[in-house]
T-cell receptor, first 115, second 112 residues
Framework: DTGVSQNPRHKITKRGQNVTFRCDPI?????LYWYRQTLGQGPEFLTY????????KSRLLSDRFSAERPKGSFSTLEIQRTEQGDSAMYLC?????????????FGSGTRLTVV | QKEVEQDPGPLSVPEGAIVSLNCTYS??????FMWYRQYSRKGPELLMY????GNKEDGRFTAQVDKSSKYISLFIRDSQPSDSATYLC????????????FGKGTTLSVSS
């Protein structure tokens, strides 16, 4: 296992289009998180899954955003009707139940550019 | 006022210097404090993890937490060009299954 994998690495889309990102966490990790990072800012929490259950969502996650983790393994983050303000790096992280935040491993992110 | 404040820098130092990075926070419920390092076009990588107040040392890195002042620090001794990166402080209320609140990050450049 080589860590948290995110695809695609880069995505350029036109305003109004839908986009979907994928995250494959470390296989034994049951917790999965999505964050968004804009230029010059720290990551901002979007949502959190424990196994397949989505347990927490930030107010940043508008109704245009939806995340799933159907079998408690990989996760997808979809943005509908993209806006220029959605341009950011979308980071996925995973951790195991026993390690808590100490074992929080981030992927390299998907950079979204909305034109 | 943001929950976590961090001076974005940039900070430039010569190789071998001692670097001090700091964050302040407003939420007294934070109990878990972390420092992450982020290289360009990469995800953040955990450097240090501290629970409550006190010091923790790991090689050239020392993390300090002062909960009474709501102030945390990361010291880097004998800085190297490979330390050039953005350093992010992060904190949380609970140990697991909770959002991390990040500072903006401080960009550090170490010249040889």
């Amino acid at each position: 296992d080589t860590g948290v994998s995110q695809n695609p690495r880069h995505k350029i889309t036109k305003r109004g289009q839908n986009v979907t990102f994928r995250c494959d966490p470390i296989s034994e990790h049951n917790r999965l998180y999505w964050y968004r990072q804009t230029l010059g800012q720290g990551p901002e929490f979007l949502t959190y899954f424990q196994n397949e259950a989505q347990l927490e969502k930030s107010r940043l996650l508008s109704d245009r955003f939806s995340a799933e983790r159907p079998k408690g393994s990989f996760s997808t983050l979809e943005i509908q009707r993209t806006e220029q303000g959605d341009s950011a790096m979308y980071l996925c992280a995973s951790s195991s139940g026993s390690a808590g935040n100490y074992g929080y491993t981030f992927g390299s992110g998907t950079r979204l550019t909305v034109v | 006022q943001k929950e976590v404040e961090q001076d974005p820098g940039p900070l430039s130092v010569p190789e071998g210097a001692i670097v001090s990075l700091n964050c302040t926070y407003s939420n007294s419920a934070f109990q878990y404090f972390m420092w992450y390092r982020q290289y360009s076009r990469k995800g953040p990588e955990l450097l240090m993890y501290t629970y409550s107040s006190g010091n923790k040392e790991d090689g050239r890195f020392t993390a300090q937490v002062d909960k009474s002042s709501k102030y945390i620090s990361l010291f880097i001794r004998d800085s190297q060009p490979s330390d050039s990166a953005t350093y992010l402080c992060a904190m949380s209320i609970n140990q697991a299954g909770t959002a991390l609140i990040f500072g903006k990050g401080t960009t550090l450049s170490v010249s040889s």
